[in-house]
């Protein structure tokens, strides 16, 4: 546990290599002394042993043997010499006199065949051939030297337990090597199995590309700290490949949502112009290839743009909405429909049996789009004025049949709105002309084409003109007098009409001023103004600014608001008309009874006067229905002490029919058309002069 505990341990490899090679070899040369020690010690401890007993043996043989030599007794010193038998080491011994005779001698019966070789080996260099040890002993007789023994032992027995001792030497050897493979072999697996088991990790992960796996972690040294790092990398690669991944699936998903923003509208989910584009030109190459005919069929909301201004875009998109799928009920699955500007739908119908076919399917969209739409609180309606263009009998240009079914559905705007027209060749005539006028009413201010004219309002009880409204007129350089109906629509579209609204509004007030020293009379006129104007931020400082620069009372000033503009209840709606009356101007609804809304804003809104429609007046009083209307409008007024106004009398029965109803105030042709400020002038001096 020891060893496993230092091989996992945080040390480094080096480090553990250098422990484990100086503890092998440490144990090896410790072995291998301790070794030679042993031996060697046993070596001499046994030499000088055996030396030691044979000093004593030779020292007693050589007392004993002294008499046989002093009385040269030789079979007597040989008998002496052969008790060395006894002695298992003794291999030889010899006395010899002092002139170096050999007097007598003994040899092991194992040496018996050597005893010549011997014997002159001992008495030329004191040596024996087989013997390992020697030792002399002198033989001395009352002082007297008349002899030396000398004794020669063999060392095998030492050399034997020599041969036992380093046998076990061997052995203590190859288990130190034992122990010190055991050692490296735990050292090599610990460096090379978790390599190996890396490895192995590195190869299932190339193979399999999973890279959640994991390489388990054993050491603490630089294996695993390299372990560590692969499984580090792989974590990184593992989120950077799902960083990858859901970066491929948000491109995927912004490439889609791309797609479909370019093919598609966010606001009704209809194909967009692009798509339409595509397929009107597959349409148009079948036309021209195959002969097969199609329709396209361009329609526009008429009143939309109102909805917008009065509503806000957030319900004008509601009611796109809504228009889109009234239209889809109405198509087959292989027509195609589409939304290709703010209120403007394109139809595709393909391979129709006849033209009149289309005409079929604009009157089944026309009755559709008639019914009104619940959008929240409100009941809205968005008729259509569409425009047809036959593909291949008007054009084959997918460009050109977009152009014709939008001269068609202008010409069928400028006849009554709410219905369809097929393209006819004459109505390029229209078209341009109309592309003509929208190019010189951009610069109709600048240059100071318009007029300001005024149709007096005139009080049937007081019998006098108490005011006007202003009427803008265009006269064009060329043309003559272009009358509002022509351009007013053009300018609405174009956003020309605030600038031109301001320019009327300032020119009223000077009026005003103009009259109020001339005719030496307190008269009010009042000023339409549109939808798109009554939306400025700036409405109120304009009105302020307008009046203050003439010089004018606030109450000489009469703005006139449609009834659609009033649909929008909204706080900025109230605050402005609020800030108006605090001025003191006087706020009328112009045209009313002909919105599409409720009339419950009457209580809500700062109102001063109801302007009666000529719709339900021209026909006074033999129509009996605007004859009800009409007395209805009246009666309602004078309940809520609002004043009011008949537009468009032209005859003395209708000036009967509105005074015995309690309408006070009339306007229009009976008393006088729109006229000049000049003019208008002259009338007022004129009536004063009669009641003068």
Not at 171 to 181: C, I, K, R, W, Y
Not at 221 to 233: A, I, K, P, Q
Not at 580 to 598: K, Q
Request: with cysteine; hydrophobic share 45%.
């Amino acid at each position: 546990m020891e060893l496993k505990s230092f091989l996992s341990s945080p040390q480094s490899i080096r480090h553990k290599l250098m422990v484990i090679g100086l503890t092998t070899s440490g144990l090896v040369i410790l072995l291998f002394l301790m070794a030679s020690g042993l031996l060697a010690r046993e070596f001499f401890s046994a030499k000088q042993a055996m030396q030691h007993e044979l000093l004593s043996q030779a020292k007693m043989i050589a007392e004993n043997s002294s008499a046989a030599v002093v009385f040269d007794n030789r079979s007597e010193a040989r008998k002496i010499l052969s008790a060395l038998n006894s002695s298992p080491v003794i291999v030889e011994a010899v006395i010899s006199l002092p002139d170096n005779e050999v007097f007598a001698w003994f040899v092991r019966e194992n040496f018996q065949d050597n005893s010549r070789i011997l014997k002159d080996k001992i008495l030329s260099d004191s040596g024996f051939g087989n013997g390992d040890l020697t030792v002399d002993s002198d033989i001395v007789v009352d002082g007297r030297h008349v002899g030396t023994l000398r004794i020669g032992a063999t060392m095998k027995p030492v050399y034997d337990r020599l041969l036992v001792f380093g046998f076990i030497v061997i052995l203590l050897t190859v288990a130190g090597l034992a122990v010190s493979f055991y050692l490296l072999r735990q050292l090599q697996r610990s460096i090379t199995g978790p390599l190996l088991d890396l490895t192995d990790m590195m190869e299932r992960v190339s193979t399999t590309e999973n890279y959640s796996l994991r390489a388990s972690i054993e050491t603490q040294d630089e294996v695993g700290l390299l372990t560590s790092r692969f499984n580090e990398m792989l974590e990184k690669i593992q989120l950077h490949d799902h960083a990858m991944e859901k970066e491929l699936q948000e491109r995927q998903c912004a490439e889609e949502r791309l797609d479909y923003i370019a093919h598609y509208d966010p606001v009704t989910t209809l194909p967009n112009r692009n798509f339409f584009n595509v397929r009107l030109h597959q349409l148009s190459v079948q036309a021209r290839e195959q002969g097969v005919r199609s329709a396209l069929m361009f329609i526009d909301l008429d009143n939309f743009k109102i909805i917008n201004d009065n509503l806000g875009h957030q319900v004008g998109d509601l009611v796109l909405k809504a228009v889109a799928a009234r239209l889809r009920l109405m198509l087959r699955l292989t027509d195609v429909i589409s939304r290709i500007g703010g209120d403007e739908f394109a139809i595709l119908l393909a391979g129709l049996p006849a033209s009149e076919h289309a005409g079929i399917v604009a009157e089944k969209i026309s009755h559709s789009l008639a019914g009104p739409f619940q959008i929240g609180e409100h009941e809205i309606y968005a008729h259509a004025s569409i425009g047809i263009a036959i593909c291949p009998e008007d054009a084959t240009d997918p460009m050109d049949l977009l152009r014709l079914a939008d001269t068609a559905m202008y010409y069928a705007k400028e006849n009554g709105r709410n219905t369809y027209r097929f393209f006819k060749p004459e109505m390029h005539g229209k078209a341009q002309q109309r592309m003509t006028m929208e190019t010189g009413l951009r610069h109709a201010l600048e240059n100071g084409e318009f007029e300001v004219y005024y149709q007096p309002k005139y009080h049937l009880l007081r019998k006098e003109i108490i005011g006007a409204e202003a009427l803008l007129r265009w006269r064009r350089p060329g043309v003559g007098m272009i009358g509002p109906l022509d351009f007013i629509p053009i300018a609405e579209e174009t956003g020309l009409i605030v600038a031109i609204g301001e320019w009327v509004l300032n020119q009223a007030c000077e009026q005003i001023a103009f009259l109020n020293t001339r005719t030496r009379t307190s008269i009010h006129i009042a000023v339409n103004l549109s939808g798109r104007q009554f939306k400025e931020e700036n409405l109120v400082e304009q009105v302020h600014s307008a009046i203050i620069k003439a010089g004018i009372f606030p109450h000489q000033l009469e703005l006139e608001i449609t009834e659609s503009t009033l649909v929008d209840t909204s706080p900025a709606t109230l605050a402005k008309l609020e800030a108006l009356r605090e001025m003191g101007i006087n706020i009328s609804i112009d045209d009313f009874g002909t919105g599409y809304s409720s009339m419950s804003y009457l209580k809500k809104m700062p109102i001063s006067t109801l302007k009666i429609d000529r719709e339900f007046i021209k026909d006074l009083p033999g129509d009996t229905d605007d004859a009800a209307i009409t007395s209805a409008i009246i009666a309602m007024a004078r309940s809520l002490n609002l004043d009011i106004v008949a537009e468009g009398v032209e005859t003395q029965q209708q000036v009967d029919f509105l005074r015995a109803h309690g309408c006070e105030v009339i306007q229009g042709y009976l008393i006088s058309p729109p006229v000049p400020a000049k003019q208008f002038c002259e009338m007022l001096k004129i009536e004063q002069q009669q009641f003068a």
